[in-house]
């Protein structure tokens, strides 16, 4: 099948998957006893961390292949999956802020999850600030992969440390211990499955247009002459 | 182990010849001490804690600028290049660095620490032992996170810039166990309370040693 017409198969999909969840988050799933319509949110806001935890760790798998490997492709997909994992960590955020304002009666509190999320939004963007600065590709590949890797390594004492970063609010409860209706899980593996299927689509062009910014940089240095 | 008590003592020799990383850590984190005091209203006491706090941005910010000065000095006169041609393998050099980066901070931390008690109030000062034990740890993580780091900022365009948006999201977690468990230092609290969380600091400060050493090589060969 010519890449295209797969491509555009997958967003068609996509495009039908989201349908088929948004409609069942909201027609199919009961409305929450207590928190009423603004539960729904969950349904983004799970899916969203989902594609982020998918995109920070094949960001670390791609580090470590790159530093033995040492080929262009792996510094692609680890740079896709970073800038798509800091667009989706970036809505977990917002919609768990969303989500806390009516219900925490706060925007913000630093419960251990939400600080966790917080610091991995600020490694990774550090992780894109490097990025820019190094212009040249292979120095670039390789600072980035080392971020990557010690980013993730970071991760679980990230979690720890959240533990005891402030005491945690007392009206907070943790998403894990809403209990759900068997209609709900339904409605949440769709809109996790279409979730996923956004982020593999997403990476995919992301990591084509880095593959088209080398080309015309190669083009680039070819015709000032730097290269043979 | 010769070579990289050689490298150890070059940074060091360097550094005493000319202390301006010591110098430039010492007055910055003292002038943190100070304008931290804005913070306070007139007359307040810190709460023990925050106390904690205060004193661990002087320290980290202090430690960033010393950060910088070890890798930054071998680029200036290209003397990184004379390193990676000598016989010097990529762990030594990141463990000499450490060792060193260490020194440096460990150094400033002996005047940082001594003003914060002079202006915060001797009333913190409970346990110097274990609060010692604390600092060393402390100082190990963020020594181990930022030799890397200053190895990677030293290769961008933007130098030692970069380094403090690139340590700071990492060593976060440390530095809030840190506060935490020097705040309790703080208010007296019995050991038992938070030794675990020692244990937290020291594995952090092994697996950034480990990670750095694994990861030096990479990184020099750019």
Not at chain 1, 170 to 189: C, E, H, K, W
Request: net charge positive.
């Amino acid at each position: 099948m010519p890449e295209r017409i797969r491509d555009n198969l997958a967003i068609a999909t996509a495009w039908g998957l989201f349908a088929l969840a948004i409609s069942l988050v909201f027609f199919y799933a009961p409305t929450e006893k207590v928190m009423g319509v603004i539960q729904k949110i969950f349904y983004v806001h799970l899916g969203s961390a989902l594609a982020a935890a998918l995109s920070f760790s094949t960001a670390f798998i791609a580090g470590i292949a790159y530093l033995t490997k040492r080929q262009r492709r792996w510094d692609r997909l680890g740079a896709a999956s970073i800038e798509v994992g800091m667009v989706f960590t970036t809505l977990v955020l917002i919609t768990g802020s969303l989500w806390g304002r009516p219900v925490w009666n706060t925007w913000w509190t630093w419960d251990p999850r939400l600080t966790t999320s917080l610091i991995l939004w600020f490694i990774y963007g550090a992780y894109l600030i490097l990025r820019a600065a190094v212009p040249q590709p292979d120095k670039r590949a390789t600072y980035c992969a080392v971020m990557a890797i010690i980013g993730f390594i970071d991760v679980p004492v990230v979690f720890l440390s959240a533990r005891l970063w402030r005491t945690i609010h007392p009206v907070v409860i943790r998403a894990g211990s809403i209990d759900m209706a068997p209609a709900m899980i339904v409605a949440l593996v769709a809109s996790l499955a279409a979730f996923s299927l956004l982020w593999l689509i997403l990476l995919r062009q992301r990591i084509k247009a880095l593959e088209l910014d080398e080309r015309l940089f190669s083009l680039e240095q070819r015709l000032d002459g730097d290269m043979p | 182990m010769n070579l990289f008590w050689l490298l150890v003592h070059k940074d060091l020799r360097a550094e005493l010849r000319r202390p301006e990383a010591v110098v430039s850590m010492v007055f910055f984190g003292f002038l943190l001490l100070v304008l931290l005091n804005v913070a306070l209203p007139p007359g307040a006491r810190l709460a023990p804690e925050s106390a904690a706090g205060v004193l661990w941005v002087a320290i980290s910010f202090a430690a960033v600028l010393g950060l910088g000065k070890t890798m930054s000095r071998e680029k200036d006169n290209r003397c990184i290049d004379g390193l990676l041609l000598s016989p010097v393998s990529a762990e030594t050099l990141f463990a000499a660095k450490l060792t060193a980066n260490f020194a440096l901070i460990a150094a400033s931390e002996l005047s940082i620490v001594p003003l914060f008690f002079v202006l915060y109030g001797d009333t913190f000062f409970r346990a110097p032992a274990v609060l010692a034990g604390v600092i060393i740890l402390a100082t190990g993580g963020m020594a181990a996170t930022g030799t890397l780091f200053s190895a990677l900022t030293a290769g961008t365009t933007r130098n030692e810039a970069l380094l403090p948006l690139l340590f700071y999201p990492i060593v976060m977690p440390l530095l809030a166990i840190t506060v935490k468990v020097t705040g309790m230092i703080f208010q007296g609290e019995p050991l038992a309370q938070y030794v675990s969380w020692l244990y937290v600091m020291g594995a952090y400060a092994l697996i950034f040693t480990g990670a750095g050493m694994l990861l030096m090589r990479p990184v020099l060969r750019q």
